[in-house]
Structure formats: structure tokens, C-alpha cells
């Protein structure tokens, strides 16, 4: 029999928790749409980063937390961790399988190349300076950002802003539109963005990048802002990997190799603190230029901070540079929020926070600990599997490309597999012998997505898309790479890959800190909701937990009574 309630209290039903609300007599008016929605991502923060280091942070990110809503039990319930997955996870508010982004690149099958989850031969390069970048946009989007149906649903022109040092952070953040979507060039240091977004150089930027040249950073020293004594583990770990011409400890000069302004001084500004506070400088100059958030509807701000990536994959989640990144961040952001607070009010605009992925411990620097850890052989993969197929099919070559974790088969080989049993066991099998190696998980038992009992297979089919994902697709056990290269990784389904953090502060939320399940598919079903627009195709809940004054949940969403 279904439970029917007439004019009672309103219960929400929210992450399998019960919630009571006032009647709909008692309910209180909501707060104003916000102004301006302002969308951070820290490329690679780990959710602990916050337990261990907070007590370092006076500024931006400690206003969040003492301000904010805190989400500690955030987490991406996906295999791919990797950047460009994570951003458009994060605007979208939808899971891989969903949005179409299964990673930074991937192997084409119809060109046998491999693609950037950016690349766009239909559109062409834009840059403030001489570049010899290719044509980037959101193209390869399965699904409209947040940023998109704002624009799309507002009752008058939204601007949408974003800026990264990679172009697919801010690709990612901004869509398929874009008023400014602006990135470092990959091939070149010059600053970017595409003919997706404008048909010319935007001239608030120009005059930016004009007054503030990245090249009057050349020779500064990056030393510790605080005292040695403020950082937690040991500095200058023997397993670290310095950048070019640094060594393992600070300071850090930067200055390149050869003492010039040269390719290896822009890589160096990137891995530094000085590249954060540089785009926190763009951002300000576009709210002033732009004006955002004065307007009737809503404007987007989203900044994608790198250089924490950066740093993180060479010196690890446990050196003094990780933890010198964050506090520097938390004065950036400090000043961005005052700047924001003069130019749009502080009631005006509501700011969510969240990572791309985690990162794994370095494997050298754990297995001084006498773990179980290392690097898969992954040059040897298409070996052992060349050599378990040719005695059953004949002569190959059957592998076409390994990237990442996602193995390809050269056309007609799948087929081949799947009519043949003890092939595709011979196959599986031999990549199963190599240390390191968990699982191997099939395409074809990954079309549907299956049942929680086995939680590293949905977490695969999370990450899968047809036509892009491989036709096998190997998990290296906890504390494993799958890269050859020094330094650490991520993109993995386990919880320092996983595990991040979800913030919310300003118009519109409750502050507090909550234990209730969330990922960071849930910001842009959020940010929706309080903005009044609909999202198309979200995996995502409205953190509802969260917000200043809940909504009322019809009675007929209440489960019926068995």
C-alpha cells in the first residue's frame, strides 16, 4: 500500500539519510540566485591533504572550511582518475560512462592514433603571442557542462570564464562555449584559447598578459613561507625527482638550465607557487574587466590551479613543496575571496572547491616500508600478449596500442577473442603474470554497469564509454603504477586516487561539515539547483544537506510502504 501524507512535515530524502523540514507554511524564502558561480579545481589534492596540512592555512582555504560546507567522506567512485576526466566530471556532474571523457588521451581506432580528450581539428588556435598550438574545445563532450546550460537557460547573457595552465582543465570547466577560456600553450609558453570560444584575442587579456609578463618571474627564489619546523615528514627524500636543474630541497630558483628566459625556465614558473598567484591575477583582471556578477543573470568563474599537479607527480604527496604549494594557495585564494568580496559582495556569489583526483605515494619511497609496491612492466605488455596469441591465431601483430590502463586490439582481433575461449584466456593470463598486475577486465562485461558486490569492476564500468575505452582494461594492485617514469602517479579506483576534497561556501549554503556520501559529481547538480537550471544528464545529487534553506520534496517521491 503507498504512503500518502496530506500537509504534514516534509521529509528529503538525502544520501540514504532522513532529514526533516518545516511544512510548507513555515518554509522559509529562499535566497537570491547567486550572482556569480566561481568553480575551483587544485590539480591533484588529496582529501587528507586537508586533515594533515590545514593547521598551516590561514587565508582562503581555512575560510572555507571555517565558512563553508566540508564534505569529508568526498570521493570519485570511478577507475579513471585522471585530469581531464576529473574537470569534466566536475562540470558536468556525470560519471565517465556518461560524459565521454575516459582520459586525458586515448587510442583512436579510426585514425590508430593517439587523441587529446581536447583535440579539434575543426577549430584553430587563437594565441597572445607566436604559437604553434593545434586547435582545442569541449567537442569530444558527450554532455552539456553547467556552464553551457547556464548560459543556455539564463534570462540574459552569462558570461563563462575560465583559466588554467592546461588546456584541458580549462576546456573541461568552461564546455562547448565560452565567453573566455583561456590555458598555458602545451607546445609553446604562450597563453591560448581557440576559435570555440572567440573569433580574436580578448583584449582585457592582451592588456593583462601585457602589464604582467610570466617573464618577470624569471629569477625568483621559491623558499618555504613558513618555518622547516611547520612541515610534516622528512624534506629532500632520497626517491624524489627534482625538476630540471633544481635539486631535491629548497629554495628553488628559477631560472632554467641554461641561465636564460628558455623553454626550461617556463617549465620550472609551472611547477612553482608563482604560476598559481598568476592566474589568480587573471582572474581578477576578468571579473574587473567583465564586470561578472553584475549583471541580471548569472556568471561563471572557473580557475583550474596546475601547479600542485605539477610538483606533486616529481616530489610526491609527502615533501615540504606539496605543502608549500598549499599554503601559497591558501593566500591566493585568500585574495581572490577579498577581491571578490569588494567587486561582486559577499552575498553575492557562492564558490564550490574541489580536486581532479588524488595521487599515489611514491612507490620507491613506500617500499622502504617493505610494502608490496612498484611498476608495472608496461613496455612488456604487448610483448605477452604477442607471445600468448601467436601459437592459438597464427602470426600478429594483435596488439595496436596501451594507454594507461586501457589496452586496444588491432581491428578484427576482438572479434577473434570472443569466438575463441582459450585465446582470450591465454591473453588475459599472461598480462594476469605480470607483477604488479591485479585483474583484467573485458569490454564486453562492462556494458552494463554492474552491481556493487564488485566494486572495482563498476569502478571500471564508471570509466568505460563505448567506441573510446579499450577492449581490455588492466588494474594494478594498491601502491602500483602503471608508468615506467620517476616520480608518482594516479588513476586509479583506490582511496588516494579517489579520495578529495567537495567545499561549498557562499550564497545559498549552509556551512558545517558533513559525513553524508558525496563525489564531485554532485558540485554541478548543486550549483544548478541553487542557480534554477536543469541538467540534462547528471550521476550526481543535489547536496541538499547543504544548502541555506532545503527545499520542499514532494510525498510522492517517498518510497512506498511494504
Excluded at 84 to 106: D, E, K, L, Q, R
Excluded at 374 to 392: F, I, N, Q, Y
Excluded at 484 to 507: E, F
Aim: net charge neutral.
Amino acid at each position: 500500500m503507498k504512503l500518502r501524507i496530506k500537509r504534514l512535515t516534509v521529509w528529503a530524502l538525502c544520501a540514504g539519510l532522513l532529514f526533516p523540514l518545516a511544512s510548507p507554511a513555515q518554509t522559509q524564502k529562499a535566497p537570491p540566485r547567486p550572482k556569480l558561480v566561481v568553480l575551483l579545481v587544485v590539480d591533484q589534492m588529496r582529501a587528507d591533504y586537508v586533515d594533515k596540512f590545514s593547521q598551516q592555512w590561514t587565508a582562503g582555504l581555512k575560510r572555507l572550511l571555517e565558512r563553508g560546507a566540508w564534505f569529508r567522506l568526498a570521493a570519485y567512485p570511478y577507475w579513471a582518475t585522471r585530469t581531464c576526466v576529473g574537470h569534466a566530471t566536475i562540470s558536468t556532474g556525470s560519471f565517465p560512462a556518461t560524459h565521454g571523457i575516459i582520459g586525458n588521451t586515448w587510442w583512436d581506432r579510426e585514425s590508430a592514433a593517439h587523441v587529446p580528450c581536447t583535440a579539434d581539428p575543426d577549430v584553430a588556435a587563437i594565441s597572445y603571442g607566436a604559437s604553434t598550438e593545434a586547435g582545442n574545445s569541449g567537442a569530444r563532450l558527450a554532455v552539456r557542462t553547467f556552464a553551457d546550460e547556464l548560459g543556455a537557460q539564463a534570462s540574459g547573457p552569462t558570461r563563462v570564464v575560465t583559466f588554467s595552465l592546461k588546456p584541458r582543465s580549462a576546456i573541461m570547466l568552461a564546455g562547448h562555449r565560452g565567453t573566455a577560456v583561456t590555458w598555458f600553450g602545451e607546445r609553446a609558453p604562450v597563453w591560448t584559447t581557440s576559435s570555440a570560444y572567440a573569433s580574436a584575442p580578448k583584449p582585457f587579456i592582451a592588456a593583462y598578459l601585457k602589464e604582467h609578463p610570466v617573464e618577470a618571474d624569471f629569477g625568483k627564489v621559491w623558499s618555504r613561507a613558513l618555518p622547516e619546523s611547520a612541515y610534516l615528514y622528512v624534506d629532500n627524500a632520497p626517491v624524489e625527482q627534482p625538476a630540471l636543474g633544481w635539486t631535491s630541497t629548497f629554495p628553488h630558483v628559477l631560472k632554467g638550465q641554461s641561465g636564460k628566459r628558455d623553454a626550461d625556465f617556463y617549465l620550472l614558473w609551472e611547477k612553482s607557487p608563482f604560476a598559481d598567484a598568476y592566474l589568480e591575477g587573471m582572474a581578477e583582471a576578468a571579473v574587473d574587466a567583465l564586470h561578472l556578477g553584475s549583471e541580471k543573470a548569472t556568471d561563471f568563474l572557473g580557475v583550474s590551479f596546475s601547479s600542485l599537479d605539477l610538483v606533486g607527480h616529481t616530489f610526491g604527496p609527502f615533501s615540504h613543496e606539496v605543502q608549500d604549494i598549499l599554503v601559497r594557495l591558501d593566500a591566493t585564494l585568500g585574495k581572490l575571496f577579498d577581491h571578490l568580496d569588494r567587486a561582486v559582495g559577499p552575498n553575492n556569489y557562492v564558490v564550490a572547491l574541489s580536486a581532479d583526483h588524488g595521487v599515489a605515494p611514491i612507490p620507491e619511497q613506500v617500499s622502504l616500508g617493505k610494502w608490496d609496491t612498484g611498476r608495472v612492466a608496461t613496455d612488456e605488455v604487448a610483448g605477452c600478449v604477442e607471445k600468448a596469441l601467436k601459437p592459438l591465431l597464427g602470426p600478429g601483430p594483435y596488439v595496436a596500442g596501451l594507454v594507461g590502463n586501457d589496452l586496444y586490439f588491432a581491428p578484427g582481433v576482438y572479434a577473434k577473442l570472443l569466438a575463441n575461449p582459450a585465446a582470450r584466456q591465454a591473453a588475459g593470463n599472461a598480462i594476469l603474470s605480470m607483477r604488479g598486475v591485479a585483474r583484467v577486465l573485458w569490454s564486453d562485461e562492462l556494458l552494463e554497469r554492474p552491481a556493487a558486490d564488485d566494486p572495482l569492476r563498476r569502478a571500471v564500468a564508471l570509466s568505460s564509454f563505448p567506441g573510446r575505452s579499450g577492449d581490455l582494461i588492466i588494474a594494478q594492485r594498491p601502491y602500483w603504477l602503471m608508468t615506467p617514469a620517476p616520480g608518482t602517479d594516479h588513476g586509479t579506483a583506490y582511496g588516494y586516487d579517489t579520495r578529495v576534497p567537495v567545499l561549498l561556501m557562499g550564497s545559498g549554503i549552509r556551512p558545517g561539515e558533513y559525513l553524508t556520501a558525496a563525489t564531485p559529481a554532485d558540485i554541478a547538480p548543486t550549483l544548478a539547483f541553487l542557480c534554477g537550471i536543469t541538467l540534462a544528464r547528471p550521476d550526481g545529487r543535489v547536496l541538499a544537506e547543504a544548502l541555506a534553506v532545503p527545499a520542499a520534496v514532494s510525498t510522492e517521491l517517498l518510497p512506498p510502504r511494504q
